[in-house]
């Protein structure tokens, strides 16, 4: 019998645009011999539709002005439903793919009501997208398992900024300035001069009431996979090499300037040891199913040092992603990926 299963995409984020084209690659592989798919959208502004038109719709963001139906997910176990008011309906799910990025999907919140509900959710729970979301939190659980991380200070809205200035700057220019519980680079800004920075943490806390200050690692960036509950599966590492000072946003989705390697250029012992890290980080924050870690590879010292960045709990999932690509490296193609994911889910 084929899976009934719900993809849930859109949101109300600043990252709803990388989500819809996400999401619009996760519909268009999943097999429809396998599963009947239910596309649930969420809009800008936190509406819940249930959408039955063309996915085409979905990729160019005019799905809204589609076939759509007011729909909310039954908080009631009994039900495990998406529940439809126009039509008195409740559409059976047997699991929910949220392709949600940043807050109000990515952050646990739409796990946590997948958790009350009793419907199975493809990748992390909201324990670990909690977690891995609050960039401060994540740092401090890792270091507790011996993985190191950049230095940071934490600054909050009720602070009094100008009697920080000396702490920050304490952690030496340049350095980068970021929103705590944002993706995509969104809010971060890689502050060179001291009359820079106020600026910075003004645009930081335009995206999240909390904002970090990180010194500025010199090396270069890696990342891999990670696949699995109990039983873990490692990518193999890639590497984003930058031709321009930092990897922003609009670099990330257009990558004019920049290249990802895979493998990444590093011996077999490094990638050895960013594997590890990797897995032991995704142990530490309690992740299960899939995500992302990205680490970073210090250069300035003797030898090569390893640093946790963060952990993406919901990737990039568009067909030239990096997550993908990293899972191709380890023999899975995309449409395999994504039943490996909804197997683990159920």
Known sequence: MKKSIG???GGCSSEYPVSLHSSYSVIKNLDENKYDKHLIG??????????????????????????????????????KGLWIPEENRLIHLDVVFPVLHGKNGEDGSVQGLLQLAGIPVVGCGMEASVLCMDKFIAHRIVNDVGIKTPRNILLREWDTIE????????????????????????????????????AAIEEAFKFDN?????????????????????????????EIELFVDWFDYGEKYSQEKSIIHMPARIDEDLAEKVRYTA??????????????????????GEKPEVLFNEINTIPGLTDV?????????MGIDYRRLLDKLIELAV
């Open 42 to 79: 969420i809009t800008k502004d936190g509406s819940w539709f249930y959408f039955q038109g063309d996915v085409e719709a979905i990729n160019c963001d005019t799905w809204q002005n589609g076939n759509v139906k007011k729909a909310f997910l039954s908080p009631d176990r009994e039900n």
């Open 321 to 329: 992603s990096r997550f993908p690509s990293m899972v191709q490296a």
């Open 7 to 9: 993809i849930i995409f």
């Open 210 to 238: 909390q904002v970090l200050c990180e010194e500025n690692i010199e090396g270069f960036e890696v990342g891999c996979a990670v696949l699995g509950n109990d039983e873990l599966m490692v990518s193999p590492v890639d």
């Open 279 to 300: 897995a032991e980080a995704y142990r530490a924050l309690c992740c299960r199913g899939y995500a992302r870690v990205d680490i970073f590879i210090k250069t300035s």
């Open 163 to 198: 009697n920080r200035v000396e702490e920050i700057l304490s952690l030496q220019l340049p350095l980068y300035v970021k929103p705590i519980k944002a993706g995509s680079s969104l809010g971060m800004t890689k502050v060179h001069k001291e009359n820079e920075l106020m």
